[in-house]
């Protein structure tokens, strides 16, 4: 039996169909899309590139610490995962704390600085995060055998006693409390540039006589010195509050639909409670 025409008239077109397609397929799915292109999209490398921000940070254990090729402890851990969780490219960079201030100041990129408290000043410069972490009420670490500075009695009481010396970290803040107490009261005080290990060393010398320290670096300080412990005492204080509330601290290049997106995770797993686990890696 022979087809009709009106069979293989449709064949034809068919076939003409097929050809056209075959012929403007390149066209459709070019294989080497042109640079012009505009749905190319740039690398997994240029987009980090492009899209990360970089964090400062500072070997102060157990906050945050270099651990492999990241950054570990209380507080790296934590960031590692919060901007894991809002999906943004996060390079960490270690540098001089004093000198993170400068950089966020200078305001000449997309930067961060881990785990600072917010101050009326830095609030002029800087940009924050919701907080991160809480920490505990602060405590001072003196001589065990320096009699002047016991524990049990409101802080002011050691701050008027000018037989002790208290050593401040420049460019440091304590918290409001001891802040406001230290600029109302004026004790006697020398200020220093040295990391905290030779703080302590400058205690342990008699060279002063305390200084302020938040209970979760007390244990770690004192192994980092070498020094006995039982050469020091840890000293409480009546009226101390909570600890302070530790962010991280952007340059105004942030934008804020980037930090909302990071505060949005850090509301959602509660990471800005000291006791929460949830961050643990």
């Not at 056209?20 to 390149?26: D, E, M």
């Not at 507080?75 to 000198?99: H, N, V, Y």
Request: aromatic share 10%.
């Amino acid at each position: 039996m022979k087809p009709d025409k009106t069979t293989l008239l449709v064949f034809a077109v068919c076939l003409v169909a097929i050809a056209v397609a075959l012929y403007t397929r390149t066209a459709i799915y070019p294989t080497a899309p042109s640079r012009s292109d505009p749905v190319v999209r740039e690398t997994d490398r240029d987009a980090y590139n492009r899209g990360r921000i970089i964090v400062h940070y500072h070997e102060r254990h157990p906050y945050y610490f270099s651990q492999g090729k990241g950054v570990g402890g209380i507080i790296g851990d934590r960031i590692t995962f919060i901007f894991e969780q809002a999906g943004i490219p996060l390079a960490w960079k270690k540098t001089p704390a004093k000198r993170q201030l400068d950089i966020i100041k200078k305001n000449s990129g997309r930067e961060g600085a881990a785990g600072w408290f917010k101050t009326p000043e830095r609030e002029t410069f800087a940009k924050f995060s919701r907080p991160i972490y809480q920490d505990r009420p602060t405590i001072a670490l003196a001589r065990a055998d320096q009699d002047l500075i016991q524990s049990g009695l409101p802080l002011a009481d050691t701050l008027v006693n000018r037989r002790l010396r208290l050593l401040r970290k420049d460019g440091y803040a304590y918290g409001g409390f001891i802040d406001r107490l230290i600029d109302r009261l004026h004790p006697n005080q020398t200020v220093t540039f040295a990391d905290n290990v030779s703080m302590l060393k400058m205690i342990h010398t008699r060279r002063v006589d305390y200084l302020f320290i938040a209970q979760e670096e007390a244990d770690n300080l004192l192994a980092e010195a070498g020094l006995p412990a039982s050469d020091f005492k840890k000293i409480t204080f009546t009226d101390m509050p909570e600890g302070n509330r530790r962010y991280i601290l952007f340059s105004r290049q942030v934008e804020d639909s980037t930090i909302d997106r990071l505060n949005r995770v850090i509301q959602y797993y509660g990471v800005n409670e000291p006791d929460d686990r949830s961050t643990t890696r």
